[in-house]
């Protein structure tokens, strides 16, 4: 199946940095969602975005969904510790199928 | 409300033997989707329900792996028999699509090792 692609692939950073990681693809999206999954546990849905060019935040979380319909991308400011985990993106067209990309792991230094 | 449940959430077996997982979707949710996940990368669809119907399971390994959803509720996943290389997570989620807004929500995964 199709794999979006992300990068940066690994972030280090210090607590109170921001961060900001993007993801393309190949096909145009209609779509864009960005997941936290941390150890053993499934991930976890930040944002939903449906229209190209739209910017929605949830806390210090903002996400684009980018105007070419083919990226997005997702910041977080003053991270904090409990901001670890993998970040993953997911792009879905017509319908009920998502493609997910290949993921952020995010280290916050305190 | 009630997430997506999943059991077991860990599950160790001996290769060539049978293990089946059980997935409960938010309740509404008519579309159900079961992935891959193995480690250090992302989720890959196994097979994707409407209701009671398989509309996606192109990437399902029909020679071993089985899924079933009868009354479009809950939903079994089943190897038969397990390999080594089927080590991995597998994580169930649902959505529905409504006016348009599409969100998909992941339970929190059956860890799958086979020895």
């Known amino acids: 199946g199709q794999q979006l692609n992300q990068s940066p692939q690994s972030m280090f950073i210090q607590e109170g940095e921001d961060v900001s990681m993007n993801c393309t693809s190949s096909?145009?999206?209609?779509?864009w969602l960005w997941y936290k999954q941390d150890p053993g546990e499934g991930p976890v849905l930040l944002i939903a975005?449906?229209?190209?060019?739209e910017l929605t935040s949830n806390g210090r979380l903002t996400a684009q969904f980018g105007i070419t319909r083919k990226d997005s991308f997702l910041n977080i400011s003053a991270s904090i510790p409990s901001d670890v985990g993998i970040y993953f993106c997911?792009?879905?067209?017509?319908?009920?199928?998502?493609?997910f990309g290949t993921g952020t792991s995010l280290t916050v230094i305190p | 409300e009630a997430g997506v449940v999943q059991s077991p959430r860990y599950k160790i077996i001996e290769k060539k033997q049978p293990v089946a997982f059980w997935c409960n979707p938010i309740?509404?949710?008519?579309?159900l989707y079961w992935y891959l996940q193995n480690l250090g990368q992302g989720p890959e669809l196994l097979i994707r329900y409407e209701n009671e119907e398989a509309v996606d399971d192109s990437q399902l390994p029909k020679d071993r792996f089985s899924a079933e959803r009868l009354k479009g509720v809950d939903s079994t996943l089943k190897i038969q028999p397990a390999e080594l290389g089927d080590s991995a997570v597998y994580l169930c989620?649902?959505?529905?699509?409504?006016?348009?807004?599409?969100?998909?929500?992941f339970g929190p995964g059956t860890r799958l090792t086979v020895l």
């Open positions: 975005l449906y229209k190209a060019g």
């Open positions: 989620a649902s959505s529905a699509a409504l006016g348009g807004y599409n969100e998909q929500f």
């Open positions: 309740s509404g949710h008519n579309t």
């Open positions: 096909s145009i999206f209609n779509t």
């Open positions: 997911a792009g879905a067209n017509t319908g009920n199928q998502f493609y």
